[in-house]
Structures are given as C-alpha cells and as structure tokens.
C-alpha cells in the first residue's frame, strides 16, 4: 500500500467512525495523558507529548515494553 492510498484509508475510517466517536467522547476524540504537576500551556507539542505518554502508559499497564514513540 503506497502511502496516498495509506491516507486515504485513514481518513475513511475517521469518516466513517467519527459520529460514533463523538457520541462516547464528545467533540474532542484525542485524548493524552496529562501529568496534573505539568504546566500545560496548550502548545501541539504539549498535546504530541501527552500522547505519547498516554501510549506508552497503557503499554506498561499492558506488561508491554521495549517500544519507544519517540
């Protein structure tokens, strides 16, 4: 699969999904893990942050590790 067709692919399934999504979650779908001690100035980078820390803490829930996000 090239990556256009890759793309596409994504954005049909956010398409596709998305009302149900919305229906559980409400307006915002993307979630991350804040640490409440952080400063959280509301950046992407922030948010890119809180994401992967979210990954990575359900891997370590999970008994998962050795994959690094970064």
């Given at each position: 699969m090239d990556p256009q067709e890759l793309k596409q692919g994504i954005a049909e399934l956010?398409?596709?999904?998305?009302g149900v999504w919305e229906d559980i979650w409400g307006?915002?779908?993307?979630?991350g893990f804040y640490n409440?001690?952080?400063?959280v100035s509301g950046s992407g980078s922030d948010h890119r942050a809180a994401q992967i820390r979210m990954m990575q803490e359900a891997l370590r829930f999970a008994g998962i590790s050795g994959l690094n996000f970064e």
């Open positions: 956010y398409d596709e999904s998305s307006d915002h779908m993307h979630h409440p001690d952080d400063q």
